[in-house]
Each structure stands twice: as structure tokens, then as C-alpha cells.
């Protein structure tokens, strides 16, 4: 069985960083798309950013687009989420996914 693992969320004030790393182990997560996806109060679901297994093809939300940054390091089978300029409107739990794994998620609160 595999296990996803996140961490790095808290509270920033809208314009500032934050940086999430989900750790992976357990199975070859090396080898497939890592993604992130965030969740609202009263929301669904919503993609965030995506990274091939290479590391060379990434893919944004629009909303994110320019702002954050995927990347990974395949040593340590571990995928980063750099999150600048972050609004209020970027509030929400973060999870990491990997197929059908998911991560328990990080909660990342802006303030005004």
C-alpha cells in the first residue's frame, strides 16, 4: 500500500508564501503523475497543478497560473507546491493525489 503525506500549510497574509511538500512511500509514485488539488468550505473539489513523472510536462488551474510552482525530486519521491502571492481566495485544504491516493491535506488559510 502506498501513502501520501502532506505538509506546510498555516496561515500568511494575502501577498505572501508558502511552500507544501507531500512525501510519498510505499509504492512507485515515482514513476506517475503527481497532482494537487485543493478543497473550499462549501466547495468541490478543484485541480490545482499537475506534474509529470519526468518532471518535464506541468500543468496549472488558471486561477494559480503564474503564482505557483509544481516540482519534484525523484530522490525523494517528493512533490513541492510553491505558492506566491497568495490571495484569500486560495484558502482551502490542500491534498496531494497520486491515482487513486490521496493525502489527508493542509490546510492553508490568507488572511486580508
Known amino acids: 500500500q502506498g501513502q501520501l503525506v502532506e505538509s506546510g500549510g498555516g496561515l500568511v497574509q494575502a501577498g505572501g508564501s508558502l511552500r507544501l511538500s507531500c512525501a510519498a512511500s510505499?509504492?512507485?509514485?515515482?514513476?506517475?503523475?503527481r497532482n494537487w488539488f485543493r478543497q473550499a468550505p462549501g466547495k468541490e473539489r478543484e485541480f490545482v497543478a499537475s506534474?509529470?513523472?519526468?518532471?518535464?510536462?506541468?500543468r496549472y488551474a488558471d486561477s494559480v497560473h503564474g503564482r505557483f510552482t509544481i516540482s519534484r525530486d525523484r530522490a525523494t519521491n517528493t512533490v513541492y507546491l510553491q505558492m506566491n502571492n497568495l490571495k484569500p481566495e486560495d484558502t482551502a485544504v490542500y491534498f496531494c493525489?497520486?491515482?487513486?491516493?490521496w493525502g489527508q491535506g493542509t490546510q492553508v488559510t490568507v488572511s486580508l
Open positions: 493525489n497520486a491515482n487513486d491516493f
Open positions: 510505499g509504492r512507485a509514485f515515482s514513476t506517475i503523475t
Open positions: 506534474i509529470s513523472w519526468i518532471g518535464t510536462t506541468t
